[in-house]
């Protein structure tokens, strides 16, 4: 919890140093900046989820040569897949662009961020890949020391790029930059000490062909499933601005603590994750039950602080992130769709968790399509004419669908016994 709680702090302390500058084109270009490329690496998550499940289960099973390939083979596809994003990333940024559709300013602005971001895509690819085998292998300090050294870093970044030398939002990018490749050396630095003792690197960790495509096919459905959320989140963010760019900002300010929200109680899902492909791979029932029953008291408790929190100081909190009347004042009106994320959200961060660490992924994948689709749009569709609060009420069936969806499929398969038929 810790650990994830570290990686929305990068967004705040970026959406607080631009929030405080005389404009806010510049926080609301970071914001479809950034959108972009959540959206863009995020829809290479599974370097990052379906690594945790592969090696929780070799972890439970102690192959020790399964852990290790599954990580060398891993870490070579998120490098050539992060090389291939900085060939092909002026297209890319171009069409994302295009279709989030900011007002002519905010455009030029993002276009510089991303086009300084994108040299950050193999370190951040191999982070998922080296965060997700250390979670799996039970080794959650190593990903919080990374975290917290990416952010760290970047806050002191932030405040020199931006506050003293003026580089506003492309200062922003920069830091970004070099944080995450700082992090990955560290995260390469961690991996090396937790290897399995007697694991020597030989030429069959690398594998044939056949074993990454293999890796690619068990995440296909994670990766159907990712770019889903991220669209929809992507048009949240197109919605928004095109009701201006003080709704845009103030949008922005509310996702930010909707990160804090989702990675504060992704935390019990990443323990649950590790646990429960533990268990699936010793074939352990006991244990399965066991994890899933702490996870969920844990989950709902951590949901309740989130709730109290926004309650009694979401005011007070979003203006600490901007001192721009016009923006404070929007994102105070839509505040109370705020306190609603917590308890409507956490159900799906946890159930997430126990399907990922049994990797019964291809459930999460056509939950979230019927949740998206079936749900999100015609409820978004329905309320156009609430405006921006028919946006947000939308975002919250979204989630109710997706945990509705995901809970009947839980108790079906523990009736069943799926769970453990690998």
């Given at each position: ?318 203006s600490l992130l901007t ?95 799926i769970w453990f038929r690998?």
């Amino acid at each position: 919890m810790l650990t994830n709680l570290t990686v929305p702090l990068l967004g705040l302390v970026d959406t607080a140093v631009l929030g405080h500058l005389d404009r806010p084109e510049y926080l609301g270009a970071v914001a479809v900046g950034a959108n972009l490329f959540t959206l863009l690496y995020w829809t290479f998550g599974f370097m990052r989820m379906g690594t945790t499940g592969l090696a929780a289960q070799a972890f439970g099973r102690r192959d020790h040569f399964g852990q290790t390939a599954l990580l060398v083979r891993s870490l070579a596809l998120a490098v050539a897949i992060g090389l291939v994003l900085i060939a092909v990333h002026q297209p890319l940024i171009r069409l994302g662009l295009v279709l989030m559709n900011p007002g002519p300013e905010i455009k030029a602005l993002a276009a510089e961020y991303a086009a300084i971001r994108i040299w950050s895509a193999p370190a951040v690819l191999c982070q998922y890949t080296l965060v997700g085998w250390l979670i799996g292998t039970q080794c959650p300090r190593g990903p919080m020391l990374m975290l917290i050294v990416a952010n760290g870093l970047n806050i002191v970044l932030d405040i020199v790029f931006v506050t003293v030398l003026g580089w506003n939002s492309r200062g922003v990018a920069m830091a970004t930059v070099m944080a995450e490749y700082a992090a990955t050396t560290l995260g390469f630095w961690l991996v090396l000490q937790r290897l399995p003792a007697g694991q020597r690197f030989s030429r069959a960790l690398l594998g044939r062909l056949a074993d990454y495509t293999a890796i690619l096919r068990v995440n296909r459905y994670l990766l159907v499933r990712t770019v889903t959320l991220l669209l929809v989140l992507a048009f949240f963010t197109a919605q928004g601005a095109r009701q201006g760019e003080v709704t845009l900002a103030a949008n922005a300010v509310l996702i930010t603590f909707l990160l804090v929200i989702s990675n504060g109680l992704d935390g019990f899902a990443n323990a649950a994750e590790a646990l429960v492909g533990e268990a699936v791979g010793r074939g352990s029932r006991r244990q399965f039950r066991v994890v899933c029953r702490a996870a969920l008291r844990w989950s709902l408790w951590g949901a309740l602080l989130f709730t109290l929190a926004f309650v009694l100081g979401g005011r007070q909190l979003i203006s600490l992130l901007t001192s721009i009347d016009e923006v404070r004042l929007r994102a105070w009106q839509f505040l109370p769709w705020l306190w609603l994320l917590p308890l409507t959200t956490v159900w799906g961060f946890l159930l997430d968790g126990i399907f990922i660490g049994a990797t019964r992924t291809r459930d999460m994948q056509n939950t979230m399509l019927l949740a998206a689709f079936g749900v999100f749009l015609p409820v978004w569709w329905l309320t156009t004419g609430w405006g921006n609060h028919g946006l947000w009420f939308a975002l919250i069936t979204l989630m109710v669908a997706r945990a509705l969806g995901m809970g009947w499929l839980f108790f079906r398969h523990t009736r069943n016994g799926i769970w453990f038929r690998l």
